[in-house]
């Protein structure tokens, strides 16, 4: 007979398998950062900066206060441990982990150059000429290729020929992420920066996946089928054929949980902490809440992210991250970073309906203090708008 759980014991379970049932670190160091990323097995990349970006959310929601530079030297240094790739959208991921996704390259690779109406078919000189570059020069960015054909015109974001054609390579697996210069990834053949075991790896299309189901479903804890899909961004169909071979290994064993309609699976590394003693604001593209049904069903939560939205139909903010206090979350704040002003702007609040304002903002506001120093800022400002910001006001005071 099937299990069932409590909501109240999956948030528990997915919030432990994330990270945040252990108390945050006294020092942060490289061992702190690596054990945290590869429990995540990957941090989401954005290049949105008005508060922060998006990477270095999930580490410092985990493990409070670090240094920024010993991230960026841990997983943008050449031939370091992390590199990027498309894992759930661009994404640092562990080099190990690279090989895994090589079916995806082959079958971009496939998808694209077999369509003669795609970029890649009809520019198939520019690329050669691209691959040349990268094997004469070493690693570059896309702004340090000199060609006539380096101009923003290409339909994704005003892209180059040449912006294009690098981001092709790197779909397929030809080119990988050399670090980062002011955010602007830099390119280079996989084989000048990855090991060349790594490189020469050859995991079966079935097993690599599997092997990723596995992962999404321990870094979940108790998560249906298309969460665990969603992680990766795997097809549902084989991700229920994977963890049906997973259940009869031992590895996760079917649950239902309260009032989610959809079967669960709960992966045996699972822990169930009696309490979540926790206050973080997790970033947009956190796999706490990136995938939104999800998180309606663990936390009653509707949260669509609004910097798409034109500014007067916005209902919260531009950048809202979500308030998560102990096991629920229990509102949103819109940040701003003024770094020329050394001012941490808190451009809107809000607290939901099963909240108290005041015991939120009491329990945010150390958190707000301690995001304050870690930005390097000097002071925090409250703006007015939303029915929590009156109530952080009042806790600082």
Same mark, same amino acid.
């Given at each position: ?22 108390? !945050? ?29 998006? *990477? ?13 530079? *010993? ?51 009809? *520019? ?80 079966? !299309?079935?097993? !690599? ?19 665990? !899909? ?33 079967? %669960? ?12 003693? %926790? ?6 593209? /956190? ?5 939104? /049904? ?59 309906? *099963? ?43």
């Amino acid at each position: 007979m099937v299990e069932t759980i409590s909501a109240a014991r999956a948030r528990r379970i997915a919030l432990a398998a994330q990270g945040f049932a252990r108390p !945050a670190p006294d020092a942060v160091g490289a061992r702190q950062l690596n054990l945290a990323i590869d429990r995540l097995g990957l941090l989401q990349l954005d290049s949105v900066n008005v508060f922060e970006r998006s *990477h270095y959310l999930p580490v410092f929601a985990r493990l409070g206060t670090y240094d920024k530079a *010993h991230l960026d030297r841990l997983t943008f240094s050449r031939r370091g441990r992390y590199v990027e790739y498309w894992a759930h959208e661009a994404a640092l991921i562990p080099v190990e982990s690279w090989p895994l996704f090589r079916w995806r390259m082959e079958r971009y690779r496939h998808s694209e150059k077999d369509d003669l109406t795609s970029w890649a078919a009809s *520019h198939s000189p520019m690329l050669d000429w691209l691959r040349r570059e990268l094997a004469e020069k070493g690693p570059l960015a896309a702004s340090q290729v000199e060609h006539d054909a380096n101009k923003r015109s290409g339909p994704w974001w005003g892209w180059s020929d040449v912006k294009t054609g690098l981001e092709a390579l790197f779909r397929w697996g030809e080119v990988t992420s050399a670090g980062r210069t002011r955010f602007e990834r830099v390119y280079a053949l996989a084989d000048h920066v990855l090991p060349r075991e790594v490189v020469s790896r050859d995991i079966p !299309a079935r097993q !690599a996946q599997k092997q990723l189901v596995e992962h999404a479903a321990r870094a979940h804890g108790v998560a249906t089928t298309s969460d665990i !899909a969603d992680y990766f961004r795997l097809k549902n169909v084989p991700v229920a054929a994977l963890l049906k071979e997973l259940e009869e290994e031992g590895i996760v064993r079917p649950v239902g949980v309260e009032g989610w309609r959809q079967s %669960a699976w709960l992966h045996r590394d699972a822990r169930t902490p009696r309490r979540i003693d %926790a206050v973080a604001l997790l970033s947009p593209f /956190d796999p706490v809440v990136w995938r939104r /049904d999800r998180a309606e069903r663990l936390f009653d939560f509707h949260y669509r992210i609004e910097i798409y939205t034109p500014e007067p139909q916005r209902v919260f903010g531009y950048y809202c991250l979500p308030i998560l206090v102990d096991d629920r979350i229990v509102g949103r704040i819109d940040l701003k970073n003024d770094r020329q002003a050394g001012v941490l702007r808190v451009q809107s609040a809000w607290h939901e309906p *099963h909240a108290d304002p005041v015991s939120v903002a009491e329990r945010l506001v150390p958190t707000l203090h301690a995001v304050m120093g870690w930005q390097q800022l000097e002071s925090i400002a409250v703006a007015g708008r939303g029915n929590l910001s009156r109530a952080i006001a009042g806790a600082l005071g």
